[in-house]
């Protein structure tokens, strides 16, 4: 099982970049597909963006293409998310998870969530 630890978040001005990490233990994390998700408040949390084992296959949902790219380093068991142009809507507590895609959506794979990371954006 892949246990995450999100850090990176902060209070940004509107039209500015964070970068996200997901520092992941087990011994198996270059195994899964990884992904980021968002939880707004009084929202359902919502994926934003996946990618496949070894990084050559990633997913965007369309409200961050073009803002929004995830990438990965197995050797680091690290997943990050770099968000460039940030809106107030980005809003959320970010969180990651292993993740697979079924009938054409994306599922977290493990029940156990970490404590995220807030992203504040101020317009």
């Known amino acids: 099982q892949v246990r995450p630890v999100e850090s990176g978040g902060g209070l940004v001005q509107a039209g500015g970049s964070l970068r996200l990490s997901c520092a992941a233990s087990?011994?198996?994390?270059?195994?899964?597909?990884m992904g980021w998700f968002r939880q707004a408040p009084a929202k359902e949390r919502e994926i934003v963006a996946a990618?496949?084992?070894?990084?050559?296959?990633?997913y965007y949902a369309d409200s961050v293409k073009g803002r929004f790219t995830i990438s990965r380093d197995n050797a680091k068991n690290t997943v990050y998310l770099q968000i460039n142009n940030l809106e107030p809507e980005d809003t959320a507590v970010y969180y990651c998870?292993?993740?697979?895609?079924?009938?054409?959506?994306?599922?977290?794979?493990?029940?156990?969530w970490g404590q995220g990371t807030q992203v504040t954006v101020s317009s």
């Open positions: 087990g011994r198996t994390f270059s195994n899964y597909a």
């Open positions: 998870n292993a993740v697979q895609l079924r009938g054409g959506n994306w599922f977290q794979m493990f029940d156990y």
């Open positions: 990618i496949n084992w070894y990084g050559g296959s990633t």
